[in-house]
């Protein structure tokens, strides 16, 4: 998957996400590609993505270590099926849990950089790490615990 983004995949009704979803115009629309055997995202925050001048507000940072995750899960499932790019749609995984350390205050004037990698595959649920980079620094680490979305996880709402 190294010319579209892993996000290009996803199912049109289910690319609502915040953090990723091509569909929501709002939102921060992460696009997730294929380096090797890690995943890669590049994110510019806004000013307005700001904690204290100058630094990255650290919700921003766990969300698009979420997102990349869940990301980087889904597209290692789909590689581990042996599946081509567009010719299935992409299953979603959602998180399970999330942890986030953070290393070093992340500044919001430049691109930051995200680096996934699987680090457990059961199937339906995958353990990702990821670290996020602002100037070559890394600031932020995580890991998330992702699982195959259910068939009936969109119904279980009603």
Request: net charge negative; with cysteine; proline share 5%.
């Amino acid at each position: 998957m190294t010319e579209n983004a892993v996000q290009d995949y996803y199912p049109d009704d289910i690319a609502v996400c915040y953090g990723c979803g091509k569909s929501n115009k709002h939102g921060y629309q992460i696009k997730t590609y294929w380096e090797g055997d890690e995943t890669v995202s590049r994110f510019r925050p806004e000013p307005f993505h700001t904690a204290f001048p100058g630094y990255v507000y650290g919700g921003l940072i766990a969300s698009l270590i979420d997102c990349h995750a869940t990301g980087t899960a889904a597209s290692a499932n789909y590689r581990e099926e042996g599946k081509s790019p567009g010719t299935d749609s992409l299953e979603r995984f959602v998180t399970v849990s999330l942890h986030v350390d953070y290393l070093a205050p992340t500044p919001i004037d430049t691109t930051l950089e995200l680096r996934g990698r699987v680090k457990e595959n059961k199937g339906r649920k995958m353990v990702i790490s990821v670290t996020l980079l602002a100037k070559g620094k890394e600031t932020a680490c995580g890991e998330v615990v992702a699982l195959k979305m259910p068939e009936d996880f969109l119904s279980k709402n009603d």
